[in-house]
């Protein structure tokens, strides 16, 4: 396959993978969670759908009598799983330091035997 084929096929494959991501916002698959920008406070969580969110931000903000810049809603990423199987079957950890050469946290598993194994 050529270099150019590739790269067509590269770029269709992130468009398809963006469209997923933005049908799964639109279509209330993942919860939102509504916070004050200038304490970070969170004002609400578990609002499902794109919509609800921004009318439930909206309504805060009225409620509070704040501008449209202090209050802001996104995606949360909290309630989504955190852990993962490992390949013996046990719970992934993640340590509290970022590798970033990997762009992620470290993480690993403890085995049966008590050894502790490092996936990255």
């Not at 270099?3 to 997923?20: C, M, T």
């Not at 970022?98 to 490092?118: E, I």
């Amino acid at each position: 396959m050529k270099d150019v084929d590739r790269g067509k096929i590269q770029l269709v494959r992130e468009a398809i993978s963006r469209y997923r991501n933005r049908c799964s916002l639109v279509e209330g698959s993942l919860p939102f969670v509504v916070y004050r920008t200038d304490s970070n406070h969170i004002i609400a969580r578990n609002i499902y759908g794109y919509e609800n969110a921004k009318d439930k931000a909206n309504e805060f903000r009225k409620k509070l009598g704040l501008k449209w810049d202090d209050i802001k809603f996104k995606v949360d990423r909290s309630s989504m799983k955190k852990s993962e199987q490992s390949p013996t079957g046990g719970k992934v950890l993640y340590a509290k330091r970022y590798n970033p050469s990997k762009g992620r946290r470290f993480r690993g598993y403890y085995t049966s035997s008590g050894d502790y194994a490092d996936l990255d």
